[in-house]
């Protein structure tokens, strides 16, 4: 900095002034004397004192270089050396030299060029002090720079991270701010990067489950709030599958698996099972539903097990159960008879030859009779009074034996009735026809059409009825087998296989007591447990080959026609006591298949006696004896037990029994002569069964007829 020159300075003075002034002046000064110059005006010489380093003491300073003398004219000045400069006196520090210099009169002379000094002229000696560059603040840098002066340059504060706010306090310098993220949205990630800056991201809200509905609140943040799935269909299962694309309505399962119920969905109501309907408005049938097997309509229980009664039922009214005897006759086990007469035997030809025979059991006589009006080619059946015949011109024929006559009844079946040796039974108002070794069985219920049957088992001539079941018992065409074919079904209920060969000539085939008695052509008896199914032979072989039988219903008695090798030898076969008895022979030898029919002739008019309860009888635990209903009548009553008829009924005699059988409940119907075990407790079920004990059959009667 310029300015005016200080004229006349001192030399002594500007020395000492220089060495106060300068602190550290290094240089030496520059001395200058007059020129000899006449136009010099107040030459001044000036001289540079070296200005060395101040003492640590406070002692002057080395000696400076030596300065320059200039002598100045008015016409020119001249340069030369100059002696050693006076030592900066400052103490403590080091002066610069100071200059002499004979021409400065004011500061203008004094300036050095250089913009960092204050240019003074002091005693006709220039200073040169520095500026001050210090501006107080501590956000500048201070600097002086010799061409452009002093600069307070601000201090750089950006610390390259976008993630501070960079400012500076004048007091307290540079300071570095973290910057705010928070833009008070709970709805984005707020974050820093320091390259990058504050950025404010949306956060995810998609939980990757398709069962929410995903959303952001600003205020409340993000939110999963599960979807409605509920269609208001009770006939819909609602649900959401996370991963397999949302919301279901999948039908619900109406099928409960019963086929006696109809499934069915009301949208409101919900799954519904009603009962299907099973009554088919039919009196004779059960109806009912099984889960599995769907509605079924079986036929009710038609037999009541009484055989003096004829069972019916009417779609309407139901079951009925009429009387099988007129009110002049009694019911034996079936079969009736006019009180007091005489049982019979009657035999004929099967196989289309005269000749009509009636054998008088009481007296063990025959007599010839009237033949029938058309040869006989079937069994003789009876309803317990009459007999009948199927004829070969097709016509069931009728012989009344109080009046020893003949009469034509209906017709037959069919042209198969002209083939001979048939089966041809009677049972409770309906007849029965087979042809030997067809596949069909032909039946017509009081006079009424003839109904066709095919049955799987072909039946031969040899058979029976039973009463007391309702089955008909028929031997198998050309062996020993045996089925039954229940009247009430019109079917066969089973079969008793036996491939024992039987030749067609041999129609012996009678059941009774629960066996059915059977001979092959000219061999013993066999028995055939009905229950088991075992076949035993008896060893009872009569004297005839190829004969026929029918059966005494009440004791069991087996008559027997002859055919070879006599023809006449007529015996019975009791199987009560497993005896051949040789009887009266035909008047007449039967020389072409014999048929024979047993016609109970009743017993003597029998009071009732009076009732009992079967379960009246000795307790079990004591293992009483087994009574049969005869010998209980004769316990309750007394008397003897052959003086006895016994019946499950109140108005008729049966012949049957209400029983108690060792290990099963209820009551069981028997034959009034049947025993089984001679004590009662013994061991296991059904191993004996008594007509008057108190055990399982309770408050059941028995009536005793004597």
Not at 158 to 179: E, L
Not at 253 to 259: A, E, F, Q
Not at 539 to 557: C, F, I, L, Q
Request: charged share 15%; proline share 6%; aromatic share 8%.
């Amino acid at each position: 900095m310029r300015r005016p020159a200080v004229r006349f300075v001192h030399r002594a003075w500007l020395g000492a002034a220089l060495g106060a002034f300068c602190t550290a002046c290094a240089s030496g000064g520059v001395a200058t004397t007059p020129s000899t110059d006449s136009n010099t005006i107040d030459p001044v010489a000036t001289g540079s004192a070296g200005g060395g380093q101040g003492g640590g003491s406070g002692q002057g300073g080395d000696t400076g270089a030596g300065g320059s003398a200039t002598t100045t004219s008015s016409s020119s000045s001249t340069t030369s050396a100059g002696g050693a400069g006076q030592g900066g006196q400052a103490p403590g520090g080091s002066g610069q030299g100071g200059s002499v210099n004979t021409g400065c009169v004011d500061n203008t002379g004094c300036d050095d060029n250089d913009s960092c000094t204050i240019d003074t002229c002091l005693g006709g000696v220039c200073q040169h002090q520095g500026l001050p560059t210090d501006d107080g603040s501590a956000c500048t840098v201070d600097g002086c720079d010799p061409k452009s002066g002093v600069s307070h340059k601000p201090i750089p504060t950006d610390d390259g991270d976008a993630c501070t706010v960079d400012s500076c306090d004048p007091v307290k310098g540079v300071t570095h701010t973290a910057a705010p993220t928070d833009d008070g949205n709970a709805c984005t990630a707020d974050s820093c990067d320091p390259k990058g800056g504050v950025s404010h991201a949306l956060v995810p809200v998609d939980d990757a489950n398709a069962c929410t509905v995903d959303s952001c609140d600003p205020v409340k943040g993000v939110s999963h709030t599960a979807v409605s799935t509920d269609d208001g269909n009770a006939c819909t299962a609602d649900s959401c599958d996370p991963k397999g694309g949302g919301v279901s309505h999948t039908l619900v399962p109406t099928d409960d698996g019963n086929v006696c119920t109809i499934d069915a969905c009301d949208p409101k109501a919900g799954v519904t099972h009603a009962p299907v309907a099973v009554d088919d408005g039919n009196a004779c049938t059960t109806d009912s539903c099984d889960p599995k097997g769907g509605v079924s309509h079986v036929a009710v229980a038609v037999n009541d097990g009484d055989p003096c009664t004829v069972d019916t039922c009417d779609p309407k009214i139901g079951v009925s159960h009429a009387p099988l005897c007129a009110a002049n006759q009694v019911c034996n086990a079936g079969v009736c008879s006019v009180v007091g007469g005489a049982s019979k035997v009657y035999l004929t030809s099967s196989n289309g030859t005269a000749g009509f025979y009636g054998y008088d059991v009481a007296k063990n006589t025959w007599a010839t009779l009237a033949s029938p009006p058309s040869v006989t080619y079937s069994q003789l059946t009876t309803d317990g009074t009459n007999v009948y015949e199927m004829g070969s011109d097709n016509s069931i024929y009728k012989y009344a034996p109080a009046a020893a006559t003949w009469t034509k009844l209906q017709a037959g079946p069919g042209a198969e009735t002209g083939n001979p040796i048939a089966f041809f039974k009677y049972a409770n108002g309906t007849f029965f026809y087979a042809n030997d070794g067809g596949t069909t069985i032909n039946w017509s219920q009081n006079g009424g059409a003839w109904t066709t049957v095919n049955v799987a088992t072909s039946p031969s001539s040899a058979g029976s009825y039973d009463a007391a079941s309702g089955n008909l018992y028929i031997r198998a065409y050309g062996n020993l087998g045996v089925f039954a074919f229940s009247t009430a079904s019109k079917s066969i209920t089973k079969t008793w296989p036996n491939a024992t060969s039987c030749g067609e000539n041999s129609r012996s085939g009678s059941f009774y007591g629960g066996f059915f008695y059977e001979r092959e052509w000219s061999q013993p008896f066999v028995k055939v447990d009905m229950a088991t199914g075992v076949s035993t032979s008896t060893g009872v072989k009569p004297s005839e080959g190829h004969t026929a039988t029918d059966v005494n219903p009440a004791n069991g008695d087996l008559y027997i026609g002859p055919y070879e090798p006599t023809g006449l030898t007529f015996q019975v076969f009791k199987t009560a006591s497993n005896t051949l008895q040789t009887l009266a022979p035909l008047p007449v030898a039967v020389t072409n298949h014999s048929t024979v029919v047993f016609v109970s002739g009743g017993a003597a008019q029998k009071a009732l006696a009076g009732q009992y309860n079967v379960n009246d009888g000795p307790l079990w635990g004591t293992n009483p004896p087994t009574y049969t209903c005869l010998e209980a009548c004769a316990k309750v009553f007394g008397g003897n037990a052959a003086s006895y008829a016994c019946s499950t009924q109140p108005n008729v005699i049966d012949n049957k029994a209400n029983t108690s059988i060792w290990g099963v409940s209820n009551c069981q119907i028997a034959a009034e002569s049947f025993k089984l075990n001679a004590s009662y407790d013994c061991g296991s079920a059904n191993c004996s069964q008594s007509a008057y004990v108190s055990d399982n059959c309770t408050g059941v009667p028995n009536y005793c007829w004597k």
